[in-house]
């Protein structure tokens, strides 16, 4: 039994006693038909005064315990919400992806007189799904620091090219040209990320790639830590 559920108990205890005593006092009066009326055994103005104070002490002690209550539930509360947002954090600590260009066969791909976001298809590794094999972007799902890795590979004839992208901004290219023969070029970057910050990386303008279940073109990343 709580505290409070004993002093309200006590309060219902004192505000049946008043009929009571009442009670007791008209009996007494009613068997004591005499010449000399017997005085109630104890001055009731006083009693009533005296139970009066007793339920205002106690109606204070209540809302006191009811405050600390609700102060005590607000705190257990706000305790949970930072649990949830720490165990979400330890969820999302581990995040990785690595894919490549085709999931099955043979393609060139551009070029193009545009930047285009290369939709990296074949996914092999999504530890925390923050990769869309749709749409070719990551999407940061906690802050922290992270690292990519971009590799191209074309015929030779025409420039491989390809360019790491956060949100709008051009981060580093990775590029290689020559006449005659495959080609390929690769770079990385770590890069600091806020949460919804989306990462992709983009065919550079005019060059071409080559693909095949060999799977040269490739798009890897990963969460370091967390900030």
Known sequence: MTVIQQLCGDRMKI??????????????????????????????????????ASLAVQNERITVLQKE???QAAKLESQKIETDKLMQQLQVKQVAF????????SRETGPFNTEITLVFK??????????????GIFTAPVRGVYHFVWSLYGDGNIAAGGVLFRNG??????????TSGGVSTSNGASLLLEVGDQV???????????????????????????M
């Open 98 to 105: 690595s894919a490549s260009l085709l999931d099955q066969g």
């Open 200 to 226: 992709s990386v983009r065919l550079f303008v005019g060059a071409r790639l080559n693909d095949s279940q060999n799977h040269h073109n490739t798009f890897s990343g990963h969460l370091i830590f967390p």
């Open 15 to 52: 505000i049946m006693f008043f009929p009571l005593l009442l009670l007791v006092c008209s009996v007494s009066a009613t068997e004591t038909e005499t010449a000399v009326q017997q005085p109630c055994p104890q001055d009731i103005h006083a009693v009533l005064r005296e139970l009066t």
């Open 122 to 135: 074949r996914v092999v590794t999504n530890i925390g799904n923050a990769y869309n094999p749709h749409t």
């Open 69 to 71: 209550n609700q102060e």
């Open 169 to 178: 901004e051009h981060i580093f290219i990775a590029y290689e040209h020559q």
